[in-house]
């Protein structure tokens, strides 16, 4: 409850319209977080009662279902993000490298009539 709830709402927040493309590209890279957070969640309510040992019961299989799936996606943990991480460093020095010759050339970014 104090790790997986904040971490999906974390990255709920990282997906919301008024965040910057760059950030919500991140969310969405992060995105399956929020899925398997969602399932332990509902997994958690459906098997919670009123008092007793439902609650305990709940918890351990939410628990259970989150560490399970994030087993189960080891390779998008492992292959696919470090992938995605490079290829958007090789982005930004592409283009911060095309930015700064820009700006060695002295061209100025206002349009000059003529």
């Given at each position: 409850m104090?790790?997986?709830?904040?971490?999906?709402?974390?990255?709920?927040?990282?997906?919301?319209?008024?965040?910057?493309v760059?950030?919500?590209?991140?969310?969405?890279?992060?995105?399956?977080?929020w899925?398997?957070?969602?399932?332990?969640?509902?997994?958690?309510?459906?098997?919670?009662?009123?008092?007793?040992?439902?609650?305990?019961?709940?918890?351990?299989?939410?628990?259970?279902?989150?560490?399970?799936?994030?087993?189960?996606?080891?390779?998008?943990?492992?292959?696919?993000?470090?992938?995605m991480?490079?290829?958007?460093?090789?982005?930004s020095?592409?283009?911060?490298?095309?930015?700064?010759?820009?700006?060695?050339?002295?061209v100025?970014?206002?349009?000059?009539?003529?």
């Open positions: 104090q790790e997986i709830q904040p971490l999906k709402m974390c990255v709920g927040e990282l997906c919301a319209c008024y965040q910057s760059g950030v919500r590209l991140l969310g969405l890279a992060l995105y399956p977080i899925i398997v957070g969602e399932m332990s969640d509902k997994c958690r309510e459906k098997l919670r009662d009123d008092g007793g040992m439902g609650d305990l019961i709940g918890l351990y299989a939410a628990a259970g279902l989150y560490a399970l799936s994030l087993i189960t996606l080891w390779w998008y943990w492992f292959v696919v993000l470090p992938w991480a490079a290829g958007g460093v090789l982005g020095v592409g283009l911060g490298w095309c930015f700064g010759l820009i700006e060695f050339a002295g100025d970014s206002q349009v000059v009539s003529v």
